[in-house]
Each structure stands twice: as C-alpha cells, then as structure tokens.
C-alpha cells in the first residue's frame, strides 16, 4: 500500500464518485448482459456513461484507482469490468485511524 498514490487518486471528485458507485453497483447501474455487478464489476461503458465524460477520460481514471490499488479490473472478451479491493480500502481506513 502506497498511501500517496492512493490519496492522489482520491483527489479527484469523479474518481471518488466511481469509487461510491461501486460501493452498491446495483443500485447505481443498469443491468449489463448477464454479467454479475458484484461478481465480476462494472464495465468501463457503463462508468462512461454515467459519468457523461469520454471513454478516454473514464479509463484513465479507473487506471489510477487501479495503479493506487483501489480498484480491480477483469476482462472478458472486448469488455473490462471492475469492482472495488475492499480489503486495500480497508487498509487505508485503517492507515488513517492509527497513523495519521
């Protein structure tokens, strides 16, 4: 856990609006063709459109909660869904309670 990489990737209003999404994707995201929100993740196009930016701009951003650790990308086929690391978020709660 790198912990500047992670606040760095929190700095940003709509990296933290996926992060709260994807806290309770079914209630934040339409159905997706039979893939699971919570199993597999959310894929990047329904992101996308929720968050009203390009395509480019979403997958930069879920690159940094995922290079900081907070997110999990899979792919299947030509699509890449992703799902929060509940743990890694747990850890950093946890940084900041007892070292901070």
């Known amino acids: 856990m790198d912990?500047?990489?992670?606040f760095k990737a929190l700095s940003n209003e709509a990296r933290l609006q996926i992060l709260e999404w994807l806290k309770d994707p079914k209630a934040h995201f339409?159905?997706?063709g039979g893939v699971d929100h919570i199993e597999i993740g959310v894929c990047v196009s329904l992101i996308t459109a929720?968050?009203?930016m390009t395509q480019s701009t979403t997958s930069q951003?879920?690159?940094v909660l995922q290079r900081a650790g907070l997110v999990h990308g899979t792919r299947l086929g030509k699509w890449?869904?992703?799902k929060r690391?509940?743990?890694?978020i747990k850890q950093i709660a946890s940084y900041i309670q007892q070292d901070l």
């Open 3 to 6: 912990p500047i990489e992670i």
């Open 30 to 32: 339409g159905p997706q």
């Open 50 to 52: 929720k968050l009203n």
């Open 61 to 63: 951003y879920l690159s």
């Open 80 to 82: 890449t869904y992703y």
């Open 85 to 88: 690391d509940e743990e890694a």
